[in-house]
Each structure stands twice: as C-alpha cells, then as structure tokens.
T-cell receptor, first 112, second 115 residues
C-alpha cells in the first residue's frame, strides 16, 4: 500500500467552479505538507506549503490539513483555464533534507 | 525553474547502453535530488545528495548511480539502460539555511526512452 494516496482523476470542471483536491496518507510522522502544480511537460512548482494541522490561504487557493484523519486538501476557488494542470501532494516527516513522499497527482482541466 | 538546468532534455537510447543525465544549478543549494516520474507512480526518489561527494539512495535506486564532484552538478548514470528505465527524470534542489521549510525546486525534466 502506498504511503500517500491521491485520486489521479482526470477531473474536469467548468470555469468558475470550486475545485477540491485531496490526499490521504498513512505515516503519522508526516508534519510538512505541500501542494505542487505541474503543467504539461514541465517540472513541478511549489504552490502551497503547510505545517501540521490547519488551513492556509493564498489568493484563490486554500490548503487544509487534518492530521487526525490523515487527510489533506487543496481548494481552488473561481477556477480558471490557466489552472489546468496536474496537482501533486507531497509530504515529509521533518526538515533538513528529509525526503518528500509524493502522491500520484490529480490531472485537472478547467473548461472555458 | 529556479536556476536549474537538465541535459539532455530528450534522449533515445538502446537497451544495454550507458546513459548519463546532468543536473546543473546556479543557486548554490546544498541538497540535490533525482526523481523519476511514471504514470501510476507519481514522483519517486532515485538518489539524493546532501553535499559534495555525499549521496544516499532513494526508494528506486537499483540500476542507477550518482556522483557529485561540485556543488552545482549532480550526475545520474544508468550503467546499462533497460526498457523499464524509460521515464521522465527530474532533478530538484533544496536549501535550508535555518529555514523550517522543506521546499524543493524542480528542473524542467529529461525525457528518456530506452528501446
């Protein structure tokens, strides 16, 4: 069983929709949670970073962590066609060179 | 791509041939990583380096070796390429310098096909 599970989609939504992307994990040592966005044929780029439980908001993006349920989410409000990409969750147990464990990625398409 | 270049960007090779991929950074970051990305598996760590000449294995290191003789360069070598090593390879870098974040920055990727 994978340490991090993420539904690969694909997910297709109309422009303006609220998008919810999710990951579950099994390793209770994970404390640092990240969301990366990857456009087609490009490298992943960091979108959001959160530590431990709680919410973090950045513009149209909100990252949510529920450590008790081992569940993290990324919400995209007022989705735009430019949000069409693959979204990967990633997590690590500590800082200083710890390895990131990635989810498989969810492919999102926002239709105009 | 945060001052990271990868070369070559595309390569087609035959089974049994050696292949070396290069990652070059201009950020002077201490840590460098090699990942492969495959459908159904996401990003998986092959090897990483925490300093010049200091390297360690990741979760899928069999069939791969790495070297880091300078801070800015991290080489990934497939000693004898196999078709199962057909993949997209990403280099990543990170630096901590007192920061609490574990942010990795990724290069543009190398698409490798082994026939």
């Amino acid at each position: 069983q994978k340490e991090v599970e993420q539904d690969p989609g694909p997910l297709s939504v109309p422009e303006g929709a609220i998008v919810s992307l999710n990951c579950t994990y099994s390793n209770s040592a994970f404390q640092y949670f990240m969301w990366y966005r990857q456009y087609s044929r490009k490298g992943p780029e960091l979108l959001m970073y959160t530590y431990s439980s709680g919410n973090k908001e950045d513009g149209r993006f909100t990252a949510q962590v529920d450590k008790s349920s081992k569940y993290i989410s990324l919400f995209i409000r007022d989705s735009q066609p430019s949000d069409s990409a693959t979204y990967l969750c990633a997590m690590s147990a500590k800082t200083s060179g710890s390895r990131l464990t990635f989810g498989e990625g969810t492919q999102l398409t926002v239709n105009p | 791509d945060a001052g990271i270049t990868q070369s070559p960007r595309h390569k087609v090779t035959e089974t049994g041939t050696p292949v070396t991929l290069r990652c070059h950074q201009t950020e002077n970051h201490r840590y460098m990583y090699w990942y492969r990305q495959d459908p159904g598996h996401g990003l998986r760590l092959i090897h990483y380096s925490y300093g010049v000449k200091d390297t360690d294995k990741g979760e899928v290191s069999d069939g791969y070796s790495v070297s880091r003789s300078k801070t800015e360069d991290f080489l990934l070598t497939l000693e004898s390429a196999t078709s199962s090593q057909t993949s997209v390879y990403f280099c990543a870098i990170s630096d901590f310098g007192g920061s609490t974040t574990d942010t990795q920055y990724f290069g543009p990727g190398t698409r490798l096909t082994v026939l």
